[in-house]
C-alpha cells in the first residue's frame, strides 16, 4: 500500500509539473484565411485608384499559420504531437534567440509589407507596364513634402530624364544641396511637375536615403537629396493599396499578386471557384517555398477550396500531408499558377505536386 500511495503521489507530482513547466517548444495551427477579392470589416483588402476595380464571384484565399505564445507546458507539447492539426516545434524557429516576441512580429510585418510590394510589382510587370523610379515613401522633413508623393513616377530632375536608379543619383550628386529644382513625374498616369528645394547630401539621416545603400552613401559626401526613398518597379496608371492588419511574413506575396492582376488584368481567373495558395514571390515573378504548408492546406480544406497552389519547394512537404487535401497544382512563378488557374476555368487539371 505504501508503494502504491508513493507511486500516485509521483504521478500527481508529474501531472502538475507536466502542466506549469514550460519546454522550449510552440504550437503552430492553421490561422486564419483571407480573400483577397473581398473584405475585413467592410473595407476592401485590395483598393484600386484611378480606375474602375473588376468585379468578381471567385474566391482567392491566402493562408495563414497561428502560432502559440512561447514556452508550451510539458502535456501541451506531448498533446500537440499528437495532433494532426497542431505542430510542435523548436521555439528558436519562431521566435529566434536575442529577439523578443514583440521584436519577432514587427520583423514579421515589415517581411509582410514587403511581399506587398513584391506582389504589386510582379504583377504589373505580368500586365506589361514599364519600369520607372517610383516614390515609395517620405522621409521625415522631407523637401518632398506636399510635392511629391507615394506611387509617383519620376520622370526628370531639373530637366535630367531619371529612367532608373542609377541615372537619378547621378543627377542628384551633380546638384548642389540647396538647389530648386523642377521634378517631372507621372501620378496615376498624368504628368505634373513639382517645385523642390533640395536638400545638401551632408545632412543625410537615416530616414532620407534616395535609392539603396550604396546611393545613400553616395549622397553622404555630395550632391542633393529630394527627401524620398525610391525604387525601381513598374509603374501604371492607377494605384495599388494592399490592408491586411495582424498578418506577417512573406507567404502572402502569390496569392496577392494574383488578387491584384484579378481586379485589375481583365480576365476573370478564378471562373468562380475558391481558390487558395501560398507562397513567396519575387519582383520577377518566381514563387518561394514557406513554412507550414500542411496546415495551411488544412485552412484551405476548411474554407472549401477546390484548388491550392503550392510553392513547387513545398511538393514534397504538401503530399506527405496525413489529413485529406484539396488538389494541389505545383507552381513555381506567377505565370505557372496563372496557367492552373486556366487549366481549372477550362475544366483541366493543373500541373499537380
Known sequence: MAVLSVGVVLLVVFGVLGAAVPVPYVAQVPGPTF????????EPIITVEGRERTETEGELTLTTVGVSRAGLSLVEAVQGWFDDEVSVVPEETV???????????????RAFLTSEEAAEAAALAELGYPVKVVVRGLSEDSPA?????????????G?????????LDAVLRAIPGGTEVTVAYTRLGRPGTATVT?????????????GGDAAAEAERREGSLLGVLVLEQPAAPFDVDIAVEDVGGPSAGLVLALGILELVGGTDLTGGSTVAGTGTIGPDGRVGPIGGIQLKMIAATEVGAELFLVPADNCAEALAAPQPQPPLARVATLDDALTALADLRAGRTPVPC
Not at 534567440?97 to 519577432?104: A, D, F, I, K, L
Not at 511629391?148 to 526628370?156: I, M
Request: overall charge negative.
Open 95 to 109: 521566435y529566434p534567440p536575442g529577439r523578443s516576441e514583440e521584436e519577432t512580429r514587427e520583423a514579421n510585418r
Open 35 to 42: 480573400n483577397t477579392l473581398g473584405e475585413i470589416d467592410g
Open 145 to 157: 513634402e506636399g510635392r511629391l508623393q507615394e506611387g509617383d513616377a519620376v520622370e526628370s530632375v
Open 159 to 167: 530637366g535630367r530624364p531619371t529612367p532608373d536608379l542609377e541615372t
Open 198 to 210: 533640395t536638400r545638401s547630401a551632408a545632412e543625410l539621416t537615416d530616414g532620407g536615403a534616395t
